[in-house]
T-cell receptor, first 116, second 113 residues
Framework: DQQVKQNSPSLSVQEGRISILNCDYTNSMFDYFLWYKKYPAEGPTFLISISSIKDKNEDGRFTVFLNKSAKHLSLHIVPSQPGDSAVYFCAAKGEYSGAGSYQLTFGKGTKLSVIP | NAGVTQTPKFRILKIGQSMTLQCAQD?????MYWYRQDPGMGLKLIYYSVGAGITDKGEVPNGYNVSRSTTEDFPLRLELAAPSQTSVYFC????????????FGEGSRLTVL
């Protein structure tokens, strides 16, 4: 039972164009969403996040949009660069899970390839 | 700036063997986590800790044990290794604040044959 879904395993985009990575979730209790980027043989690194009280957050070339009614978020990368080629994971933070912490639920990831 | 350090990076085990994956962080973070990532899948939480002496189970804890004797270290113990434990293991840490931003190690690739 996937609560966070990234339905596109891969995406190819030309350098300079926009990359749009999508993520859907089913749990309406999720209150914070994050995107992580992962290069081969490295651990994931935090990219950008958004609170459920907002519908947009921007950081340089990266913008995350949240549509709560549709339970959908997307990551836009403009312009795309070859160095952006990586696997992107969508993650959601749920309610307090006790013992003073919380848990993140991750999607399966989307592999982005930016073609020079 | 070491961040989160995991050892070993690669290991091959035989069925039934045991081993410990080491994890250390130098950011003075209270929260530490162990995730596993199977091919084509997202990260799944195995165990987590909110501070020295306090640990709790995540989504997939069976076959694993953890301990947290210091703030810096959070080893993951595999007892009686099984092929189903073949995976890439990531250790992560975070500070207090509840934003969910985790700092990950580079991962440990484990194969059980």
């Amino acid at each position: 039972d996937q609560q966070v879904k990234q339905n596109s395993p891969s995406l190819s985009v030309q350098e300079g164009r926009i990359s749009i990575l999508n993520c859907d979730y089913t749990n309406s209790m999720f209150d914070y969403f994050l995107w992580y980027k992962k290069y081969p043989a490295e651990g994931p690194t935090f990219l950008i996040s958004i609170s459920s009280i907002k519908d947009k957050n921007e950081d340089g070339r990266f913008t995350v949009f949240l549509n709560k009614s549709a339970k959908h978020l997307s990551l836009h990368i403009v312009p795309s660069q070859p160095g952006d080629s990586a696997v992107y994971f969508c993650a959601a933070k749920g309610e307090y899970s006790g013992a003073g912490s919380y848990q993140l639920t991750f999607g399966k990831g989307t592999k982005l390839s930016v073609i020079p | 700036n070491a961040g989160v350090t995991q050892t070993p990076k690669f290991r091959i085990l035989k069925i039934g063997q045991s081993m410990t994956l080491q994890c250390a962080q130098d950011m003075n973070h209270n929260y530490m986590y162990w995730y596993r990532q199977d091919p084509g899948m997202g990260l799944k939480l195995i165990y987590y800790s909110v501070g020295a002496g306090i640990t709790d189970k995540g989504e997939v804890p069976n076959g694993y044990n953890v301990s947290r004797s210091t703030t810096e270290d959070f080893p993951l113990r595999l007892e009686l290794a099984a092929p189903s434990q073949t995976s890439v293991y990531f250790c992560a840490s975070s500070g207090q604040g509840g934003t969910g931003e985790l700092f990950f190690g580079e991962g440990s690739r484990l194969t059980v044959l």
